[in-house]
Nanobody
Framework: QVQLVESGGGSVQAGGSLRLSCAASGLTFSSYAMGWFRQAPGKERDFVAAISWLGGTTYYSDSVKGRFTISRDNAKNTVYLQMNSLKPADTAVYYC???????????????WGQGTQFTVSS
């Protein structure tokens, strides 16, 4: 059974930093690209960042480029999202997901975590 478990959510003031983690089990982690998505109240789930199997290729949405960094540790079956210069607009539930090929699109992802709430206060 595949499980993706996000952690690290909470609250932080604008301008601050936070790191989210996603621990995977039940799948061959190094065979999957990993992505982060977020969903704000009343909005659709949007792409944030993605990383290829070995971490050599990364994608970012325009809204987070230069502020967020996605990384992975295949030895720990974990993907991370380092978030800096946070804004209230970053407030959302953050989800990690696993995809056989690297993708920016929800439809490309096979497995999803339950999400972790993250709030940025002004």
């Amino acid at each position: 059974q595949v499980q993706l478990v996000e952690s690290g959510g909470g609250s932080v003031q604008a301008g601050g930093s936070l790191r989210l983690s996603c621990a995977a089990s039940g799948l061959t982690f190094s065979s999957y690209a990993m992505g982060w998505f977020r969903q704000a109240p009343g909005k659709e789930r949007d792409f944030v960042a993605a990383i290829s199997w070995l971490g050599g290729t990364t994608y970012y949405s325009d809204s987070v480029k230069g502020r967020f960094t996605i990384s992975r540790d295949n030895a720990k079956n974990t993907v991370y999202l380092q978030m800096n210069s946070l804004k209230p607009a970053d407030t959302a539930v953050y989800y990690c997901a696993a995809a056989p090929p690297l993708s920016r699109y929800l439809i490309g992802y096979t497995y999803w975590g339950q999400g972790t709430q993250f709030t940025v206060s002004s």
